[in-house]
């Protein structure tokens, strides 16, 4: 009983030394190993093996181990020259979970504390992996991988799904495979039943992992191991490799070609018997020369990937330090960034701090100075001043506010009413375009005529008429009548171009009176109201013309006289200022668009 106390009082100075945040990582890391140390081997020395078991537990219990699996599972920046130090706590991590008794604690141990623990280990060795001076701290974690899955085999299909795993296979070091290898010929050496409860899939993937090593490896010490590591598997797991095996096309040939002669010839005819041993002789002839055709293409392609490797070698690398230094250069900014961040607003709460502190002994300081009657009315005027600085605050930024969601709906209504002016503008103008381009006459040059005579025409008019005059030559017309005959059409062809000529004045002429036609109509429509009309404006409207100055000059004298007459006069009379026979020329001539109104409103009685 004295010595359970004793373990437990030892673990719970342990428990409180580690949770000091006064200790830095190097220190924890070195207290962890030194305290678990002493524990194990004071536990060791005693005669009853239970006292051992006893103590793995209360580690577990008092959350010491877990400590270790927080540290094993930091960022490998932080652990940088603490790796010895590391794969030491992972060694007695790894031993401290064997032979543990977790107690009414067993689900949560066997579920999320050991698969915690794996991960930590599998990710230290990956990282070590990387460090070229650590291949001996690599051995070492591995071992003690070794060690936990010995006892806890569920733990397998984990290690063989793992990132970090993954991570180790890719390593190109034949010490680091050649490890790995071991791990699992170690693991299935221990237990005849170490494969029994894994499933298809993970076997398969340990079966990759050795043809892997076998196809990619050259060193020796990794091939035989590899061919070791197979065998054990077929004697742990008998008929249900054979198919696993047999999916893997070409390893016998592999095997005969590659690795004879390198001391384990024995391991390999035994390995090829074993692939052979299910294959027919029809079926191994097609599968010989389905191999051979495999291993040419294979080797095709790995001389061209080789090739085109080395080809790309210097641009990647340098592609690669560009992009890691951009990376740290950008790192770094944010992070002082950050720093800068983190120091100003420190200031700012430093200095709001001091600021309020000196307000407060302000007050006091006031408050000492005042008279006793008047520290009442005194505290009544501050809150007085607080309430109207809040107030003028809250009424500047609800003012703020409104004001901005009042211009913000004018402005969104007058930007509507703008787009709804260009687009019935737009419409407008394509309208008239459209009318103005209905009315205008097709314009045609006055040499080519209505139908028109293009180069290709003419040259094949002159070839008809060379045509005729070869098919029937005329010897009755001389050379006289030929030159008469030719000035005749001399005469007409001019007279029709005088006549083009003229058809193009005339249409120039037209369009010139249109046009002056369309501007008087024009400046009719934005003509102002007589009320409002100035000598100048009435002097744009004279036309330049005698015989429309007269009737213009008629019609007004007129009306003049109509408006003058007695009203018995003009009893059952209306006076027409224009007749309907000139209101229908007018209507026709400008198309449809009457100016003036309609003739009801150019009526009128006295």
Known sequence: MEQVEKDRDLVSELKR????????????????????????????????????????????????LNHCVLILALDPRRLRGNWSAAATLAQVTSSCCVGVDPGEQSKAFHRLFLPSVMDGLLSLASQLTRQAECLSLFRKVMDSVSWLLRTHTQLIAQVLSSVHYEQIQLCDDSTVSLICVQLWIQSCTTSRDFLSGLSDDFVLLLLNE????????????????????ILLMSSQLGLRL???????????????????????????????TLIQSDKGTSHSQVGTEHERAACVIQAAWRSYQTRR???????????????????????????????????????????????????????????????????QSYLQECERHAAVVIQSFWRGFRERRRYNDTRQRTLRRTQTQQQAARVLQRAVRHFLQKCRAAKRPPFTQFWIGQKGLTDSRRVELKRQVEEYITVHPSSRVS???????????????????????QRRREEQRREALLAHTRTQLEMLRDA???????VTDAESFLTPSGPIAAHA????????????????????????????????????ELGGLYVGGSPDTLRWTE
């Open 17 to 64: 030394q580690v949770e000091n945040e006064g200790l830095n990582l190097e220190q924890k890391i070195n207290l962890l190993n030194s305290g678990l140390n002493k524990c194990l081997n004071m536990a060791a020395v005693q005669t009853d093996g239970s006292v051992l078991t006893r103590v793995k537990s209360q580690l577990y219990e008092s959350g010491v």
């Open 210 to 229: 050795a043809v892997g090593q076998l196809a990619v490896s050259s060193d020796s010490a990794v091939g035989g191991a590899s061919v070791r590591l």
């Open 242 to 272: 054979h198919p696993l095996l047999l999916s893997f096309r070409g390893l016998d040939s592999l095997l005969d070609k590659d690795w004879r002669g390198h001391g384990f010839d024995k391991d390999v005819d035994q390995l090829i």
């Open 309 to 375: 490797r080395v080809k790309s070698l210097n641009r990647a690398v340098s592609t690669l330090q560009r992009r890691y230094r951009a990376r740290r250069r950008q790192q770094q900014h944010q992070k002082e960034a950050q720093q800068w961040e983190e120091e100003l607003r420190y200031q700012v709460c430093v200095r709001r701090q001091r600021a309020r502190r000196e307000f407060h002994q302000k007050q006091r300081h006031l408050l000492q100075l005042l008279l006793p009657d008047q520290v």
């Open 479 to 501: 050379p006289e009548e030929c030159e008469r005959l030719h000035e005749e059409v001399q005469l007409l062809l001019l007279t029709e171009l005088q006549r083009g000529e």
């Open 528 to 534: 102002p109201p007589l009320s409002a009309v100035t």
């Open 553 to 588: 000059r008629d019609a007004h004298n007129a009306t003049l006289q109509a408006s003058r007459l007695p009203w018995w006069r003009t009893l059952g009379k209306t006076v027409d200022v224009f007749s309907p026979t000139h209101l229908q020329e007018l209507e026709a």
